[in-house]
C-alpha cells in the first residue's frame, strides 16, 4: 500500500464548507487521489422501502430495526449513509487496492498524521480486511496486531474514517445489506462478528477476517459539524408496525405534536381520536373528568381484531421514550398479556380508596392505577370499557373501580417497565441526555411512556427536555 492510499469522500453536494475544509487538509498531508463520492440524501428517498440507487440493487431496511444505544428506529438520514458507504465499498473492490472511506465531517487530527506511514507499514504486513482510524472511546488495553494497529474485539462505533481492503469490501458487499439494510456503524462490524447484538452478527456474519484499529485518533469529527444529520432526519417508516397506538386529542396543540413525532422515532404512530369534536370532558387541570376519552375509545376499539395489541396515551402530558417492540416487550414480561395500566403514587381522585388497593410488591411507591397510559388486547380493554360514562364524570375513577372489581384481570406497571407517571416521582426519575431516555433510579427501569401527569408538565421542556428522541445535537468534544 502506499503511504497516501486513495480516498473516497463520502460527501453531500450541499455541504460546500466541509468539502472546502477538507479538501484542503487532504491536500496539505499528501493525498493527492481524492474521489469525492455524491452521497445518497436520505431526505430525497421515500421514507417507505424498497429504495432504489443506481447502480445499486433495490434495498429494504432490516424489519424492525432497533438503535441499541437510543432504542429508536432507523432514520432516513442513516439509510442515505448507509448506501453511501456501499458505494464506497464498491469502488474499492473494483480497484483492487485499498481505500480510504471518509465522511465530510471528518477532521483530520494533524500531530498524529505524520504517523500514518508507520500505520501503513502495520498494514502491509497484515491480511487485514478493515482498519478503523476513528473510535469514539477509548477501546482501553487490546491485543496489538503491530506497533500502531490493535485487534478489535469490541464495537467500534464510528464510520467517520476506515482503510479498507478490496478483500474487505467483498465481504461486505456479499453481507445481506440489500434486504437488511441497518446504519453503517452497525453493518460495518457485524459482516466480521463484531457487532454488540448477537442477532445482527448471525446475519451478517458469514466469512470473518482481520479488523483492526489505530492504537491513536488519526480522525476525529469535525468541531463545527455538531448536528448529526443522521441521526435528526426523520425515520423510516415501517410497512408492517407491530403496535397501535391511540390517543384522545381534541385539539391541535405542540403537546400532541411532541407526542406523535416522539413516537415515530420509535416506529410507530399514534391516531389522535376526537379532532375537531367540542371537548365536554370538563378542566382535568382542575379536578376531576376525562369521561370523554372513554367514549371516543370505545368505538375505535370495536372496530379492531380481538387479539391486536393496543396502547391508549393521553394526548397532551405524554411522550415515547423507547421502540415499538421494546413496549411489546415489556409489556408481556410485565403482565404475560393482560392489561396493563400505569401506576402512579397518589391515590386520585379518591384519596378513601387507598386502603382497598393491595400492597405494590418489592415495597414499590407506584402503588396506584393512573389511567393516562395503558396497553392491552383490543378484545380485553374493550370490555374494560363497554359500560357507559358521560363525558364529564373522571376516566381515572371510572378504570380504579374496574381494576379494583378484579373482573377485568388489571396489572398495574408497579415497576415502571412500560409507563412512567412523574406526578410525585420527579426524585426518582433523571433524563439521559445521550439516549433521549429516562431512567427511574427506584426501579431500577428505562420506562417506554413518560407520562407528565399533574404539576409535572413543564419537567418535559425542562429537565427532560431531552426525553422522546430530542436528543444528542452536538457531539461533544471527542478530541480529550
Not at 365536554?280 to 375505535?300: C, E
Not at 373501580?401 to 412523574?422: K, M, P
Amino acid at each position: 500500500m502506499t503511504l497516501r492510499p486513495a480516498v473516497t469522500v463520502v460527501h453531500m453536494a450541499r455541504h460546500r464548507e466541509r468539502r472546502r475544509r477538507l479538501s484542503a487538509a487532504l491536500d496539505r498531508h499528501g493525498f493527492t487521489r481524492v474521489t469525492w463520492l455524491n452521497a445518497v440524501d436520505g431526505a430525497t428517498l421515500d421514507p417507505t422501502p424498497p429504495w432504489r440507487v443506481h447502480p445499486l440493487p433495490p434495498a429494504t431496511p432490516w424489519s424492525g430495526w432497533i438503535d441499541p444505544y437510543a432504542r429508536r428506529a432507523m432514520t432516513m438520514g442513516e439509510v442515505g449513509c448507509a448506501l453511501s458507504h456501499v458505494l464506497a465499498w464498491r469502488r474499492i473492490a473494483k480497484s483492487g487496492y485499498p481505500g480510504l472511506v471518509i465522511e465530510d465531517d471528518a477532521a483530520l487530527v494533524e500531530p498524529l498524521m505524520d504517523s500514518l506511514p508507520m500505520l501503513v507499514h502495520d498494514l502491509d504486513h497484515l491480511d487485514f480486511d478493515l482498519c478503523y482510524l476513528a473510535q469514539r472511546n477509548d477501546p482501553g488495553p487490546k491485543p496489538l496486531a503491530g506497533r500502531h494497529v490493535h485487534l478489535v474485539d469490541y464495537h467500534p462505533l464510528w464510520t467517520l474514517a476506515y482503510l479498507l481492503s478490496p478483500g474487505g469490501a467483498r465481504k461486505l458487499l456479499a453481507s445481506p445489506w440489500r434486504d437488511r439494510l441497518a446504519p453503517s456503524d452497525e453493518m460495518l462490524p457485524a459482516c466480521f462478528g463484531l457487532n454488540r447484538d448477537a442477532a445482527v452478527n448471525n446475519a451478517y456474519a458469514k466469512d470473518p477476517g482481520l479488523v483492526v484499529a489505530t492504537n491513536q485518533r488519526f480522525f476525529t469529527p469535525w468541531e463545527s459539524s455538531g448536528y448529526s444529520e443522521t441521526e435528526k432526519s426523520p425515520p423510516v417508516q415501517e410497512t408492517d408496525a407491530p403496535l397501535l397506538a391511540l390517543t384522545v386529542a381534541t385539539d391541535e396543540r405542540p403537546e400532541l405534536r411532541r407526542l406523535l413525532d416522539s413516537a415515530r422515532r420509535y416506529g410507530f404512530a399514534i391516531e389522535p381520536l376526537g379532532l375537531g369534536i367540542p371537548w365536554r370532558g370538563g378542566d382535568i387541570a382542575a379536578g376531576p373528568g376525562g369521561g370523554q376519552k372513554v367514549n371516543l375509545l370505545r368505538p375505535a376499539l370495536e372496530t379492531l381484531p380481538p387479539d391486536r395489541p393496543v396502547l391508549f396515551v393521553d394526548g397532551y402530558d405524554t411522550i415515547v421514550t423507547r421502540h415499538a417492540r421494546d413496549i411489546l416487550g415489556a409489556w408481556r414480561e410485565s403482565a404475560e398479556g393482560a392489561p396493563l395500566f400505569a401506576a402512579e403514587v397518589f391515590c386520585w381522585p379518591d384519596a378513601a380508596n387507598a386502603s382497598r388497593y393491595p400492597e405494590a410488591p418489592d415495597g414499590s411507591p407506584y402503588r396506584f392505577l393512573n389511567s393516562g397510559a395503558f396497553i392491552g388486547r383490543a378484545g380485553d380493554l374493550l370490555r374494560i370499557v363497554e359500560e357507559p360514562i358521560d363525558d364529564g364524570d373522571d376516566d381515572q375513577r371510572y378504570y380504579t373501580e374496574r381494576f379494583l372489581s378484579g373482573a377485568h384481570g388489571i396489572a398495574l406497571d408497579h415497576g415502571c417497565r412500560v409507563f412512567q407517571c412523574l406526578n410525585g416521582a420527579l426524585d426518582h426519575v433523571s433524563a439521559d441526555e445521550g439516549r433521549g431516555m429516562i431512567c427511574n433510579r427506584r426501579t431500577e427501569s428505562w420506562p417506554a411512556i413518560v407520562h407528565a401527569n399533574g404539576p409535572t408538565k413543564p419537567w418535559l421542556e425542562g429537565e427532560g427536555r431531552a426525553v422522546g428522541g430530542r436528543w444528542r445535537t452536538f457531539y461533544g468534544d471527542m478530541t480529550r
